[in-house]
């Protein structure tokens, strides 16, 4: 069985600072990992993902995500928060051996304010 | 290019009554995914097409639920006797197919809304 878990239904950020967006996954081997975004009244996008290789994924926007085994952990990360990254986003995982559909998270809401 | 889309945009039913989802892939992608979210819930996956192999049918939630895939293109949901439960974002999403070369990732449409009053 695979699950993802976001625990942080939002996060508030002020303009500028550091974010931060957590993301816990369970598979039963190795993972393939993902993150999307959904902005208001649009289709979700895809940001970045994790296959293998290096633990740091750069991707869209000026995000990137740190693959962490042992904690089994896939936080986004960014630098300096614009007010336009506000919106929705989802972590999602895949086991590599079951399957091809993605299990995602249930999203937290980013709030960036100025 | 043009990404994924999905018609219609909306659609209310009444409890009962049967709803056809559509979903038009990217152009040369083989796989095709549709999903179901709920508000304020993740995606739900329902069913995977990939080229001619046999569906992956199974989130799909009742027999209610089924889908069809003409080839690689166009992909229709079906909901037979909609129920208020039913009433959710349904996504369709598409990739590549797998390969040597590692995981694609999925493009999503904008979904269709379906409200079953």
């Known amino acids: 069985a695979q699950s993802v878990a976001q625990p942080e239904d939002q996060v508030n950020v002020a303009e500028g600072n550091p974010l931060t967006v957590k993301c816990t996954y369970s598979?039963?081997?190795?993972?393939?990992l993902f993150w999307y975004v959904q902005y208001p009244n649009r289709g979700l996008q895809f940001l970045l993902k994790y296959i293998t290789g290096d633990n740091l994924v750069k991707g869209s926007y000026g995000f990137e995500a740190e693959f962490n085994k042992s904690q089994t952990s896939f936080h986004l990360k960014k630098p300096s928060a614009l007010v336009s990254d506000s919106a929705l986003y989802f972590c999602?995982?895949?086991?590599?051996?079951?399957?091809?559909?993605?299990?995602f998270g249930k999203g937290t809401s980013l709030l960036v304010t100025p | 290019g043009a990404g994924v889309s999905q018609s219609p945009s909306n659609k209310v039913t009444e409890k009962g009554k049967d709803v056809e989802l559509r979903c038009d892939p990217i152009s040369g992608h083989t796989a095709l995914y549709w999903y179901r979210q709920r508000l304020g819930q993740g995606l739900e996956f329902l069913i995977y097409f990939q080229g001619n192999s046999a569906p992956d049918k199974s989130g799909l939630p009742s027999d209610r639920f089924s889908a069809e895939r003409t080839g690689e293109s166009v992909s229709t949901l079906t909901i037979q006797r909609t129920q208020q439960e039913d009433s959710a974002v349904y996504l369709c999403?598409?990739?590549?197919?797998?390969?040597?070369?590692?995981?694609?990732?999925?493009?999503f449409g904008p979904g269709t809304r379906l409200t079953v009053t």
């Open positions: 999403a598409s990739s590549l197919g797998m390969g040597r070369q590692g995981v694609y990732e999925q493009y």
């Open positions: 598979v039963s081997g190795n993972p393939y």
């Open positions: 999602a995982v895949r086991d590599r051996y079951s399957g091809y559909a993605l299990n």
